[in-house]
């Protein structure tokens, strides 16, 4: 059983930059690959980045390539995303999940564990 929560959301003027952090609870963090997603209100949850266990390979968005970075410290149980260069459309509620194994997935429901959320608002 994996618990995540995740924290750094908040309010952000178009340009700035946020990091977002989640913190996991249980064993064997670095088996798990990790994954951001986001979801507005009335939009399916989409894919933002994953990394696999060991770190050594990360993918992402479209959307955000070149400006989001997912990394983790698997002696800290902690996965993290930094987001620079915020739009507007970054606005979302940020989740965190994590799923078993090596192999990364665009498709939520690849995913046994979610955090709760965290809310990034960009303001223009």
């Known amino acids: 059983q994996v618990q995540l929560v995740e924290s750094g959301g908040g309010l952000v003027q178009t340009g700035g930059s946020l990091r977002l952090s989640c913190a996991a609870s249980?064993?064997?963090?670095?088996?798990?690959?990790m994954a951001w997603f986001r979801q507005v209100p009335g939009k399916e949850r989409e894919f933002v980045a994953s990394i696999i266990g060991t770190g050594g390979r990360t993918d992402y968005a479209e959307a955000v390539k070149g400006r989001f970075t997912i990394s983790r410290n698997n002696a800290e149980n902690t996965v993290f995303l930094q987001m620079n260069s915020l739009k507007a459309e970054d606005t979302a509620v940020y989740y965190c999940?994590?799923?078993?194994?090596?192999?990364?997935?665009?498709?939520?429901?690849?995913?046994?564990?979610w955090g709760q959320g965290t809310q990034v608002t960009v303001s223009s």
């Open positions: 999940a994590a799923r078993m194994g090596t192999t990364y997935s665009h498709n939520s429901e690849a995913y046994d564990y």
């Open positions: 249980g064993r064997f963090f670095g088996l798990y690959t």
